[in-house]
């Protein structure tokens, strides 16, 4: 800060005090206004002010974010706990059938699409350094339950599924986390740190189903709790590092209307519906890709089934800088089109029985993902600026918050996704005896979104704009 500008902590670890001379300019401080609350608040934040920025600003939400993105990566890594768990325990003997599987994999899912709209809400409700800390906490929970399902080979079915349940509350951590370091960063900066916010979070998935193959010690069902024991502490020192070092801004705050005019919003539902096509094949691949690994090539060594969720979430930073070069329609149209020959491409895995080839196509399928992930979230912000006039302020500043609502209402909707792609393989599974109906549905549904996309976005002049969606 400058120095007129003095930001010291009291001697309260929870307590944030901002101490100005009296000819100290007031935009330019971090802190609290007067008397500090208890709990970190800082009731002065603006991060477009470049004084408070430089002097300090940036520092405060970095730090927020390096603690956001361990939060997050560790709920994501609970949120698929039971991806990996759920074929160890097959093969460590229990009596889990296939369609009871499925639903262990996509029960996790389902719960956490539906925690991510009251998880976004929560950071106005209580501030994001606090939420944080609670959101982290829940973890321990279905942590507790594997270890348990785990050391009890005679735990019934119906308490196996509650407890997968639980882990729900990992997938509803991406949604309050994005939306409290969206409030810490300046829009020139918001789109890089959300990135690797985003990022952060989807690598949990790989990380737990790499790490936990190697922790299970072949047909011993006891040591499936080692990875829930080891994330435990690490669930704790997240807890703590966000009492310690994350803040609670006044400025975040719901904003209700935005949401209202988000959710009358035609392409808020279209964008849901790409965002379905994406992030839910995303999350849906990556719970399932273990099980049906296993159960089509029960020889594979199920240290490899971790690639899809890695380099899925790598290739989600790669669709964003694509979109920002040639339009996220395109490149969106793009990974449609991929994830479509890559569903072909495991049929006739399926049909030839080849491993090299089902798991080369679902490589395809998590790569085509990660970038349709990037590129629909690149669409958004076009889409709502829509046929509003740059010289319109107030009607930039509407189209902004009602973007952001859409983003919030999406990473709910499309995480329902998973579910439905795990509940169709499960159905044709059941009724079929084989996965080649789900994934021709998956193909059509593409096409779909292919259509859409190009029908409404990828026109030229599509929604009035010279710019490219």
Not at 134 to 152: D, K, M, R, Y
Not at 155 to 170: E, Q, R, S, V
Not at 372 to 378: A, E, I
Not at 450 to 468: C, D, F, N, P, Q
Request: overall charge positive.
């Amino acid at each position: 800060m400058s120095q007129d500008t003095r930001a010291t902590r009291a001697a309260a670890p929870d307590r944030l005090e901002v101490v100005t001379t009296p000819d100290a300019a007031p935009s330019g401080a971090v802190g609290t206004i007067d008397a500090p609350r208890r709990g970190r608040w800082v009731d002065r934040w603006n991060p477009e002010d470049h004084v408070q920025w430089e002097g300090g600003g940036r520092a405060v939400a970095r730090r927020n974010l390096w603690w956001s993105i361990a939060a997050e990566f560790l709920g994501f890594t609970v949120w698929q706990l039971w991806s990996i768990a759920t074929p160890v325990l097959i093969a460590a003997g229990y009596p889990i059938t296939v369609s009871q599987a499925l639903w262990l994999v996509s029960i996790p899912v389902l719960v956490g699409a539906t925690m991510r709209f009251p998880y976004s809400f929560a950071v106005a409700r209580f501030g994001g350094r606090n939420w944080t800390i609670v959101s982290a906490l829940l973890l321990v929970i279905p942590c507790l339950g594997l270890a348990h399902v785990a050391t009890n080979p005679g735990t019934p079915f119906w308490l196996m599924l509650t407890i997968a349940a639980t882990a729900g509350f990992g997938g509803g951590n991406f949604a309050s986390s994005m939306s409290n370091i969206s409030f810490f960063f300046p829009e020139k900066e918001k789109g890089a740190a959300l990135g690797l916010n985003a990022a952060g979070g989807n690598i949990g998935v790989a990380v737990i189903q790499f790490v936990t193959p190697f922790l299970v010690v072949a047909g011993v069902a006891a040591s499936t709790a080692r990875p829930a024991y080891i994330l435990i502490p690490l669930v704790l020192l997240a807890a703590l590092g966000a009492w310690r070092y994350m803040d609670n801004l006044s400025q975040a705050k719901a904003d209700g209307e935005a949401w209202k005019l988000a959710a009358r919003n035609r392409h808020t539902w279209l964008v849901s519906l790409f965002y379905i096509g994406t992030f839910g094949s995303f999350i849906g691949y990556a719970a399932a890709f273990p099980l049906l690994l296993k159960n089509q090539f029960p020889e594979v060594n199920l240290g490899i089934a971790f690639l899809g969720a890695l380099i899925g979430s790598l290739a989600r930073p790669w669709g964003g800088k694509l979109a920002d070069r040639v339009g996220g329609a395109r490149v969106s149209i793009a990974a449609f089109a991929v994830l479509a020959l890559g569903a072909v491409g495991a049929v006739m895995a399926l049909q030839v029985q080849s491993l090299p080839l089902f798991f080369g196509a679902f490589m395809v399928l998590f790569v085509a993902s990660g970038i349709g992930n990037g590129s629909t979230y690149r669409m958004i912000p076009a889409i709502f600026r829509g046929r509003t006039s740059t010289d319109d302020v107030d009607g930039m500043v509407r189209a902004k918050r009602t973007a952001s609502a859409c983003i919030g209402i999406s990473a709910g909707i499309g995480a329902y996704g998973g579910f439905l792609v795990n509940r169709g393989f499960a159905t044709s599974t059941a009724q079929f005896g084989s996965l080649q109906p789900a994934l021709w549905s998956f193909v059509a549904f593409y096409v779909l979104c292919i259509a859409v996309t190009g029908a409404v976005y990828a026109r030229k002049g599509a929604l009035g704009l010279s710019e490219r969606i």
